[in-house]
């Protein structure tokens, strides 16, 4: 059974100060990783997702992770913040040769942007 | 290209009532899906679908069903709704299984 671990419920952070996101996750075959936004009273959108190839992966508003397979980890990054970051941020992974319909969600980091 | 709409955005019903929260999607996707949010457990797949005709249970199916007679619609029926239903439900679509799910806006639901 695949497993997602978000490590931190809470971020705060100050505008302009850079800010890593932590997921850890479980699974016994390989796996797609997928990093969400959901900004308040909204649905969820892509950020950026990691199927094969670089380790490195880079989404949209500058956001970026890096797949770490022996850490079995996928961390969010982001340089520099703004408060339009304001939001919550689920990790999520699905196995690929796995049954379908399996993606499988953390319980989401909420990053709060002070100025 | 409106994405994936969902109706109604809010509702409020009572214990034992029954009701469709339905979801439509115009991007010709295969897979479509529902979820459940509540706070601080990110989302659990209630059901999801390969295709028109074709359904199959998630994580959390009880109290829940689903139909898929076309390609664009997906509604979800609660029966004999219950406290525990509470929730905020999303919709979502994709073209195949490992593409970007593109999720709609939400349903809240209160059931009192």
């Known amino acids: 059974a695949q497993s997602v671990t978000q490590l931190d419920s809470q971020v705060p952070v100050f505008e302009e100060a850079p800010v890593e996101l932590r997921c850890n996750y479980s699974s016994s075959v390989s796996v797609y990783l997928f990093w969400y936004v959901q900004y308040p009273n909204q649905g969820l959108q892509l950020l950026l997702k990691y199927l094969s190839g670089s380790t490195l992966v880079k989404g949209i508003n500058g956001f970026e992770a890096e797949f770490n397979k022996s850490q079995t980890s996928f961390h969010l990054r982001k340089p520099s913040v703004h408060i339009s970051d304001t939001a919550e941020y689920f990790c999520?992974?699905?196995?690929?040769?796995?049954?379908?319909?399996?993606?499988?969600f953390g319980k989401g980091t909420k990053l709060s942007v002070k100025p | 290209n409106a994405g994936v709409t969902q109706t109604p955005k809010f509702r409020i019903l009572k214990i034992g009532q029954s009701m469709t929260l339905q979801c439509a999607q115009d991007?010709?996707?295969?897979?479509m899906y529902w979820y459940r949010q509540d706070p601080g457990m990110g989302l659990k797949l209630i059901y999801y679908?390969?295709?028109?005709?074709?359904?199959d249970k998630g994580e959390v199916p009880n109290g829940y069903n689903v139909s898929r007679s076309t390609t664009e619609d997906f509604p979800l029926r609660l029966e004999l709704a219950a406290p525990s239903q509470t929730s905020v439900y999303f919709c979502a679509s994709s073209y195949d299984r490992d593409d970007e799910q593109y999720f709609g806006p939400g349903t809240r639901l209160t059931v009192t």
């Open positions: 679908s390969v295709g028109a005709g074709i359904t």
């Open positions: 991007m010709n996707h295969n897979y």
């Open positions: 999520a992974v699905s196995s690929y040769g796995g049954s379908q319909g399996n993606l499988i």
